[in-house]
């Protein structure tokens, strides 16, 4: 294959003019015959030319030869190329540079009467090759694949234009499917669905949204994210009912609890215990503490406070019970749940259970009256 | 933070976050002058019926929920939404083809004032506002419960 013209002068317009020119005539003579354009040859070819760049530099230090000088202008023709547009003219112009690459040995011989002797133009031949080479290895991904790859392509030079031009698509082909990592999917997605890129971003968004919520909430499990919305939920639940729970008992302690008493009273057994309150007071006062220190002990001390009782461990409560009053039960349970957590300054009291509350919280004597501290 | 050096929108989001500090200042002084506001309308005496005290302790949580959406301010499409209904204006319900149901977030949207008319990705960050509001609030409650309280240390 013979291009038409060929100058060797300085890159110029009117080289790039004679390259335009080979590559219309190529396009022409290419066109219905071996072009494949698969999207992974276009992508491949993207990348490959906008790297292309990199290897100007070399084409720019070699001596020029004419058809070194040729070839860096169509290397540069090319890159303009590629932000025109078309993939078509990219592959094209890939297949001219290496047909011409590959073939230009043989063309030096004839043509090139100057210096450049077949010892120049050969390394510049290798050069372009090289250069090519370089293009190839720039791009991300198997390095040693695409060497072998260009060796076979190289090995195949002296082949016609339409063999290179398979073996290239073959190389481009292999190299795209070979590489499909990260650069080759997104631009794919880039180039092909504007929808999934929105979509991509937006779970991006909401898996940092996510995250951060992860940071409030106190149980960060971070196992999924269906679990992780329902831990959400119910802390957002939780801390409402912590606001009920509290304004409830802002006004006035017990009495702002007392309207729940009566919905207790049918469960509060009576008690045989000897003090001021009725026995389903009593129970009530039971049911509506443990209630209430498992959620919120402050709301259960401020119940207590507000009917004139507080908590107090066990022991203390059976050590003043025996030493000041005579009538009092013997304790039947002996659990100091409710007197755990308490402080020295704390005063624990007890409120005798029934086996209603099958809590590990069970409360002893109510001792009616003022608080002991 | 990673998220700092994300798209700018959410480091103004950030950035207009409160710190807890000035947060809770804010939501005390508002929620206190509520208080008071309240206890002027209310008896002085503790109410007897069961009827009047379910009513105040209503009033005392919108009056919780109230300062929190007023010191946050129209900032916030949680807080506005409750504001709304504290006006009792029309609930703003502009669905934008609900994609909430989607991840799951269908319960979430009914807790958080206003949910419903967002996206999944502002509900995700309103959600996370109103946490840090709602445990602000529940502390000054408990701090001014704890201190009002004139009797025993309690927890």
Redesign the interface.
Known sequence: MREPSREPESPGLTSINSVMNQHQFLHEMLQPSNFDPTSSHEDFLEQMLSSVPPSFPWADDHPPPGNSEDHSAALRMRHQQISGGAAKALMLQQQLLLSRGFASPMHDHNDVVDSSSPNSANPANDASIKGLFNVFTGLPGQNSNQSQQFHHLQGGAMQQSQNLSGAAAATSGDGAAGRSKQKVRARRGQATDPHSIAERL?RE??A??????QE??PNANKTD??SM?DE??D???F??L???V????????A??V??LAPDKSPEGRPTPASNNNNKEGIAATEQQVAKLLEED??SA??YL?GKGL?LMPISLATAISTATSHSRNPPSNREAGGGG?S?P???VMTVQSSATIGRNISLKDAIAGP?L? | M??LS??PK?TLLFSAMKNPNTLKKKLASRFLKA?KKLKYKMSPS?PAS?AE??R???A??A???ASMASAVGPRRAWSRALLRKMKGRKRARRNPGNMNTR???N??CD??PGGEAMD??SL??E??H???C??A??QI??E???SS?S?????
């Not at chain 1, 509290?246 to 302690?253: A, C, F, K, V, Y």
């Open positions: 937006r968004r909401i940092e949204r996510m995250k951060s919520l409030l909430v994210k269906a919305l959400i939920i802390y957002v639940k801390l409402q912590q606001v009920k509290l304004s409830m008992s802002r006004l006035g302690g009495a702002a007392a309207p002990m402050g001390m401020q406070q507080c957590p402080s300054s704390t005063s608080k501290e | 990673s998220s994300q798209n959410k208080m503790p069961i005290k379910k105040r302790h209503r005392v949580r009056a919780a929920y991840f799951g977030l319960h979430l807790i958080v999944s990705c995700l960050n959600t996370a109103y946490i840090k709602l445990v609030q529940v409650m408990r001014i419960l704890h309280s009797s025993s240390t309690i927890l």
